[in-house]
């Protein structure tokens, strides 16, 4: 085999794989070690994968912060009927944290004729979209991230500590089999680890547009949540292999009305 034909076999093992060995693909390939690291040199040159201890990973751009117009429209059919399962685990009489998002303001709009429910959030366009409700809204404060809506800061981090709720929805920027629940920056990070831990239980709400990607930094493993809600968007092999980290519930997109 040609090294180039080498080097677009080892692409396609990736893209399947997501990650190699070195030792496995000299054995795959029948060629020394040392002949799948020169080629790994040459693709990581290309800027195509990245190199690991004893490996590689494809190299995929990471998924950036988006303005909140432009991801309002989008996959809006799979948030709502993902918010429609989420509201079924809301009990009257119960705290609820709502992390900052799209998907949790569907949320907030399907929790208006819940009873004597208390709702803390970090995004004002949630707030606003509860103000007319009977729900009790708490605002955490913090400084404003323009475009986003989303509150962040020494201010929110202190009430967060100050907290216990019953649910906490989580988004995320992405969601990954390995690297876990990553986003953008490391405040916001912060900031969704606090409400974990101030949650009795977390579920992630996350369209599957959100799987095998990776943002910046780590919020968690999958491993630290109770539980997930996606749309019917992801393969049984994919939602079998997030079974084995925490529970999933699908909503099924070909049922919104």
């Not at 396609?12 to 390939?29: G, H, T, V, Y």
């Not at 995929?60 to 429209?73: A, N, Q, S, V």
């Not at 968690?220 to 393969?235: E, K, N, P, R």
Request: proline fraction near 2%; charge should be negative.
């Amino acid at each position: 085999m040609l090294p180039q034909e080498r080097r677009k076999w080892i692409l396609e093992q990736l893209s399947k794989d997501e990650k190699i060995d070195i030792d496995q693909l000299a054995e795959q390939l029948n060629v020394s070690a040392m002949t799948i690291r020169r080629d790994l040199s040459t693709l990581e040159e290309e800027e195509k994968i990245i190199r690991t201890f004893g490996g590689a990973i494809l190299n995929k751009p990471l998924i950036m912060e988006t303005p909140f117009l432009t991801k309002e429209g989008k996959y809006s059919s799979q948030k709502r009927q993902i918010a429609r399962k989420a509201v079924t685990l809301v009990s009257d009489h119960s705290t609820i944290l709502l992390d900052s998002g799209t998907t949790n303001l569907e949320i907030a709009r399907l929790l208006k004729d819940k009873k004597h429910l208390t709702v803390i959030t970090n995004d004002i366009k949630i707030a606003a979209e509860l103000m007319d409700s009977e729900v009790k809204v708490i605002v955490t404060g913090g400084e404003l991230q323009n475009g986003v809506g989303a509150l962040f800061g020494p201010l929110t981090e202190q009430i967060l500590k100050n907290i216990h709720v019953d649910l906490f929805f989580l988004g995320a920027h992405a969601v990954h089999l390995d690297a876990g629940i990553t986003v953008t920056t490391f405040e916001k990070a912060s900031i969704k680890k606090m409400m974990i831990e101030a949650a009795g239980t977390t579920w992630l709400v996350a369209d599957s547009s959100k799987f095998d990607q990776k943002s910046f930094t780590k919020v968690c493993d999958l491993a630290s949540l109770d539980g997930l809600i996606t749309d019917d968007g992801l393969t049984a092999e994919d939602k079998e292999k997030l079974k084995e980290h925490l529970k999933v519930v699908t909503a099924e997109v070909g049922e919104a009305t």
